[in-house]
């Protein structure tokens, strides 16, 4: 089925009375043109996705000698920089009208190992940071499954020991859920 006849048909259910599911046939029917809306549109997304492969592919193939051109005007721009800068071992920019070929000092590079933090602990402790957080896999369960805590009607939780509440904690109920699902 095309997309003009999708359309089509859409604005003739438009026209027609709104169409009322009150019966399992109706519902069934209902799903079964769901399914083939949605198989319609997984067969435009493959075949977007197919031009989309098709001109990545393009893409690469088009840009990738174009990069290597780049790539080789750069080296001969660098050797030409070095020359210069021998000439003027001072010079970091040499400007021209349609750039700029240019020198900079690069910051040092630091590279971490996996060992480097027992090292700091030992040695330079000032340098460890403690990062601590709430494990909320643990909360969740402690407050559903102890007894210790309620929550009520408003979300919000108390200790019912103390009778004190957990700050900055409030449980939010979503309500239900209505999905449809097509085989």
């Known amino acids: 089925m095309t997309a003009e006849a999708v359309e089509k048909e859409v604005q003739e259910e438009e026209e ?7 019966d399992d046939d109706k519902a069934c029917w209902a799903l079964q043109k769901i399914k083939e809306l949605e198989d ?4 435009k997304e493959a075949l977007a996705q197919r ?8 893409l690469d193939k088009e840009t ?6 780049i790539n080789n005007f750069k080296n ?5 920089a070095q020359q210069l800068r021998e000439e003027d071992p ?3 920019t040499h400007s021209l009208p349609f750039g700029k070929l240019q020198f900079r000092k690069r910051r040092p590079k630091w590279q971490y190992e996996d060992e480097l933090l ?3 602990k030992d040695r330079i402790p000032d340098a460890v ?8 896999r643990t909360l969740k369960k402690i407050v559903k499954d102890s007894g210790q805590y309620k929550i009520l009607d408003d979300g919000r939780v108390v200790d019912t020991e103390t009778g004190e509440f957990v700050e900055g904690l409030k449980v939010v109920d979503r309500g239900e859920s209505f999905k449809v699902k097509t085989v």
């Open 129 to 136: 940071r403690v990062k601590e957080d709430v494990d909320k």
């Open 16 to 22: 027609q009375e709104r169409f009322v599911v009150d």
């Open 76 to 80: 001969m721009l660098f050797e030409y």
């Open 51 to 58: 031009q989309i492969d098709q001109v990545n592919s393009w």
């Open 64 to 69: 990738s000698s174009l990069e290597k051109q």
């Open 118 to 120: 027992d090292t700091v």
């Open 40 to 43: 319609q549109v997984e067969e």
């Open 90 to 92: 001072t010079m970091k």
